[in-house]
């Protein structure tokens, strides 16, 4: 091989690498778990469920809410593989059947994954148990957005921590990690996990009927 050559394939090894690496960032505003994307103090991260809370006493804003769920809480809602006559995804379908349409109440969860739309997101934390000795999906466990502190866990890890004020809770601040959680996000930006809810645009005429 010519100096040229050599020349040429160490700068083609340097390429592929500076291809394959990531050097930019989507520029989204963390610090200590806390989102910061709105220039609206009231919009800013845990603020924003106050917000929401309020804004769904408005009856404007209700019906709204009621006019864009309700067609999709109303279809007939089904499940088909990409093969019917392959044995192995028949299994696999009766299986996602039997868990979300008779073990869970389905119409239920997807009521309360849509709450997305109030405030950006909603997370179920996924619950497995031992069936016939293999893990299986338990259950879908809501987590309330009015719960939600920080996107991150306690340990600094990619997960959530919540902010719980009951009697009948054991930890005040348990942490769900990313693997356990079911997220839902609306209209999210530059890979932000709480998203941007559907009554955000609203905000201003809210305000003014409220206040």
Do not use: C
């Not at 091989?1 to 394959?20: E, G």
């Not at 994307?37 to 603020?47: A, C, G, L, S, V």
């Not at 909603?122 to 939600?148: C, M, N, T």
């Not at 009948?168 to 990313?178: K, L, R, Y």
Request: charged fraction near 25%; proline fraction near 3%; aromatic fraction near 10%.
């Amino acid at each position: 091989m010519t100096n040229t050559q050599s020349l040429f394939s160490a700068i083609r090894q340097i390429s592929r690498k500076m291809a394959t690496k990531e050097v930019g960032n989507t520029g989204l505003e963390v610090s200590s778990g806390l989102i910061d994307n709105d220039y609206n103090f009231d919009w800013e991260d845990t603020k924003r469920i106050e917000t929401a809370l309020q804004m769904r006493n408005d009856g404007q804003v209700a019906a709204a809410l009621r006019s864009v769920k309700m067609p999709i809480v109303n279809l007939d809602w089904f499940l088909v593989t990409q093969d019917e006559d392959d044995p192995i995804q028949q299994e696999h379908l009766q299986y996602v059947k039997s868990v979300l349409f008779e073990q869970m109440n389905f119409k239920k969860k997807l009521i309360q994954a849509l709450t997305m739309l109030d405030f950006g997101f909603f997370y179920f934390e996924k619950l497995w148990k031992i069936e016939d000795g293999f893990l299986v999906l338990d259950r879908l466990a809501p987590r309330l957005q009015s719960a939600h502190d920080k996107w991150e866990t306690k340990d600094k890890q990619a997960g959530v921590t919540q902010s719980i004020i009951s009697d009948q809770a054991t930890d005040s601040s348990p942490s769900i990690p990313a693997h356990k959680l079911l997220l839902f996000t609306y209209d999210s930006e530059g890979e932000d996990p709480s998203g941007i809810p559907l009554i955000r645009q609203a905000y201003i005429h809210s305000y003014r009927s409220l206040y």
